[in-house]
């Protein structure tokens, strides 16, 4: 676990004596950023901003980070509970299923990408109850979907590789995965993959065994290692199929997604409302419903994949 840099340290290097920057700590509230890396959330901070929350004007921000590993995001939680926050925020379900594993008064406000109430996160989306909520954009149809757009960008393809992280498999990523795929009649050649450094022995032996592209599943790890995965499956000519847009601005094929950076604006909403009295548990869990198809031109002529006109038509985002 990594600790960062936050306002009351920037106040201080800006000069700003220890006296006032202890009681500017004092009298306004503290935000705590729960972060897979680097501490930096700048979606959420535009959110905050866009409702007059500045962040060293009239809010503090505090941050810690995992230092990009599942086992990181317990003590960074305990360090802003310690400190303490008077509401915690995170970027994804696991890192909030940790929080709420830490503390169950600090309110948690979370980007959801599993089942929060078949997880016990929430009692339900209407009112979950206890110290957590947010909004979520996974559906169980949403693994189909992206099955079926690979098949429509690849036809005829019958066997794709899967990488999923033991990690987190308690989200339903894989199995929907798995019921999808024996519904369009696709074989899976999944491999769990725990570390980056794996990656790429992963993705040679998806190619050695015939898998004819790569379905990434939603993962922390995958996400920071997105240029890593698209550099590697480029080199075997595999087209990637990705969970984020980030993915295909970093040379992944296609990705199928919610706005990832508008629902990270959205918690600002929630944070605000808690910071006004608000309980987490009275909050509804919103759902996305507005989704993007990305696609890159490039990618697809380095791997000779010739992109049909309806997908290009479809396509929310097109990166030559």
Known sequence: MRLCTSVLACLTALGFPALAVAQFAISHPRIGLLAWDTCEMPDLIAGLKDLSRKPGEDIVIESRSAGKRYDGLAPATAELVKLPVDVIVSESEPAGHMARSVTRTVPIVTILSGDPVGSGLAQSLAKPGGNLTGLTYYATELTGKRLELLK?????????????????????????????????????????????????????????????????????????????????????????????????ELGGLMAYSADYASLVRGLALYVDRILKGAQPGNLPIEQATRFELSLNLRTARTIGVTIPPELLLRADKVIE
Do not use: C, Y
């Not at 019921?179 to 696709?186: E, F, T």
């Not at 790569?214 to 480029?234: C, N, Q």
């Open 152 to 248: 429509d960008m690849v036809p005829g393809i019958s066997s794709i590789g899967v990488l999923a992280n033991p990690d987190v498999s308690h989200l339903p990523f894989e199995e929907d995965t798995r019921k999808a795929a024996k519904l369009l009649g696709i074989t899976l050649v999944v491999r769990q993959v725990r570390e980056p450094s794996a990656l790429d022995g992963a993705i040679h032996q998806m190619k050695a065994e015939r898998a004819q592209a790569v379905f990434v599943l939603p993962d922390m790890m995958f996400a920071s290692e997105a240029k890593h995965i698209a550099d590697v499956a480029l080199a075997e000519q595999l087209p990637v199929m990705a969970w984020g847009g980030w993915f295909t």
